[in-house]
């Protein structure tokens, strides 16, 4: 196993420990320090393994799959549990998880007619906005500023889903027509 591989396993693998450290009462204000801590260790991960890969061609189909799921499933398990701790919406992750399980269908209706969807750009501000979305969310700093710019960049994360959404669906729509 290469190590891009090895850092989306890991990623995979702090999941859990973000979680336990954000929702656990044992850990009183320290907690959210400590879940922001992994959040972000794991967040960069995903920004090394994609650049190792590239870098010294290290891609393969395990990449391929599990680097996009370890995404999701980092951002998902957050942001909800930022919902149980009352800290976003909602209504706002729903539309963010229901967008990535529209992406997960057309690249599995892409993959069985033998098409391969890279991410796009408008993917990579999305992701890189939900990450810090979700940072400044888990930290939770008191004052004035900081719940507008929790505001801000909860608003800047739900539009730049939809606009990668409208991005993806109009640059792959000939994904859904049928193959003969």
Known sequence: MNLPNKLTIFRMILIPFFVFFLLAPYFEEYGSYIA??????ASVTDFLDGKIA???NLVTNFGKFMDPLADKLLVCSALICLVELSRIPAWIVIIIIAREFIISGFRLVAADNGVVIAAGYWGKFKTASQMVTVVILVLNIPGPFFSVLETVFIYLSLALTVISLVDYIIKNKDVL???K
């Not at 922001?36 to 260790?41: D, M, S």
């Open 54 to 56: 590239r870098k010294h």
């Open 177 to 179: 027509k049928d193959q």
């Open 36 to 41: 922001a801590a992994v959040f972000v260790i």
